[in-house]
């Protein structure tokens, strides 16, 4: 059992779906890296479940999912203004958050980390939330994170079927930003 309920909640909904599932995937930029700073980049990151479907073969065969269960919920026009620089983050460096869609060398360990584990450089990428208020839509058009995933897709739903997650207290869990990559 999972102690954050919202990764739990993604866990069991994949597995029933039919796939394989891994929680709390590491990575990190290479030392090796042009842009390595060995002061910022030497603590792994991790994302929170992989989910594989060996039946599929499609861009739904690998889904990673990073969950946000923020008891505020997530404001996603706020958040990516955050990123942006264009509203202060009392809390932590926004991209710290979010490094794996902001900053480069942390998108291609990433990108690696998942081919190296699951033998596919085609995934979708999700965010799950409690809470979804603002513009998710942003997300998916904006020319930072896009390069992140090339063959970027957006959508409004977490799930590979359309169908958003009954989340906590009977809130949806929607997904906030649905991005496929193919590097």
């Known amino acids: ?9 993604v ?6 779906k039919g796939y394989l599932t891994t929680h709390n995937v590491r990575f990190r930029p290479s030392p090796d890296h042009p842009d390595y700073d060995s002061s910022l980049d030497s603590v792994r990151s991790d994302v929170d ?15 990673v999912v990073s969950c946000k269960s923020w008891q505020e919920g997530f404001d996603a026009t706020r958040r990516l203004a955050m990123l942006r620089g264009e ?17 480069p060398k942390w998108s291609q360990a990433f990108r690696t980390k998942i081919a190296e584990i699951t033998g596919a450089s085609a995934f979708s990428y999700r965010i799950a939330v409690t809470r979804l208020h603002g513009d998710a839509q942003a997300w998916a058009d904006d020319e930072t994170i896009t390069p992140t995933c090339p063959s970027a897709q957006s959508g409004a739903n977490l799930s590979p ?17 649905r991005r496929s990559s193919t590097d």
Request: glycine share 6%.
């Open 11 to 16: 866990d069991d909904y994949l597995k029933f």
């Open 49 to 63: 479940v992989v989910g594989v479907d060996p039946r599929r073969t499609d861009l739904e065969r690998v889904v």
């Open 161 to 177: 079927d359309g169908r958003c997650f009954i989340g906590l207290a009977g809130q949806r869990v929607p997904q906030l930003a």
């Open 1 to 9: 059992m999972k102690e954050d309920v919202l990764e739990q909640i």
């Open 87 to 103: 509203k202060p983050d009392l809390t932590r460096a926004s991209w710290k958050t979010f490094r794996e869609l902001w900053v």
